[in-house]
C-alpha cells in the first residue's frame, strides 16, 4: 500500500533533518512534508472517511436518542402525576358521596320518628277527646247512645291499632 511507503518517507525525512545544536531538535523542509501529508490524506482509503463520518453521525444519533428519552421520562412522569391526582379527586369524590349518603340517611331516619311521633301525638289527643266524649255521653244519654257508644269503641279500636302499626 502506497500510504506505508509516504509513512517511510516521512520517517526518513525526520531522521535525515538537521540538528539544531545544542538540541535535539531538527530543521526540516516544510513544504516537503506538507506535501507526503497531502498525498496520506489523499491515498487514504474511503472506508476511513466513511468511519469518520459514522463515528460523527452515531454521536449525533446518541444525543439525539437520549434527548428523545429524557422527554418519553418526563412525559412518563407528568402522566403518572396526573393519574395520582385523579385517583385522589376519584377518591375523594367516593368519600363525599359516602358521607352525603349517610348525612341523608340519618336525616330521613329523624324526619320518619318525628312523622311518626307527630301522628302518635295527633292520634292520642284524638283518642282522649273520644274517650272523654264516650264518658259525657255515657253521663248524659244512658241507653239511647249505646249504638253511638259501639261506633265510637270501634273507632276508638282503630285509632289504636293504626297507633300500633305505627310503632
Given at each position: 500500500m502506497e500510504i506505508f511507503t509516504l509513512l517511510e518517507t516521512l520517517e526518513d525525512l525526520l531522521e535525515k533533518a538537521k540538528n539544531i545544536p545544542f538540541s535535539s531538535k531538527g530543521i526540516i523542509d516544510k513544504e516537503e512534508l506538507l506535501d507526503i501529508i497531502k498525498e496520506i490524506r489523499l491515498k487514504l482509503p474511503d472506508e476511513l472517511k466513511q468511519a469518520k463520518w459514522v463515528k460523527e453521525e452515531r454521536q449525533r444519533i446518541?444525543?439525539?436518542?437520549?434527548?428523545?428519552?429524557?422527554?418519553?421520562?418526563?412525559?412518563?412522569?407528568?402522566?403518572?402525576?396526573?393519574?395520582?391526582?385523579?385517583?385522589?379527586?376519584t377518591r375523594k369524590a367516593y368519600d363525599q358521596k359516602t358521607e352525603i349518603i349517610e348525612t341523608a340517611n340519618e336525616m330521613s331516619r329523624e324526619i320518619s320518628k318525628g312523622t311518626k311521633d307527630y301522628a302518635d301525638s295527633l292520634l292520642q289527643g284524638t283518642e282522649a277527646v273520644l274517650t272523654e266524649t264516650l264518658a259525657n255521653l255515657e253521663k248524659n244519654m244512658g241507653e239511647a247512645l249505646s249504638l253511638m257508644q259501639i261506633s265510637l269503641e270501634d273507632t276508638i279500636k282503630t285509632i289504636q291499632n293504626s297507633r300500633k302499626e305505627l310503632k
Open positions: 446518541l444525543v439525539e436518542a437520549q434527548k428523545e428519552a429524557d422527554g418519553i421520562v418526563k412525559e412518563a412522569e407528568n402522566r403518572i402525576i396526573s393519574m395520582i391526582d385523579e385517583h385522589e379527586i
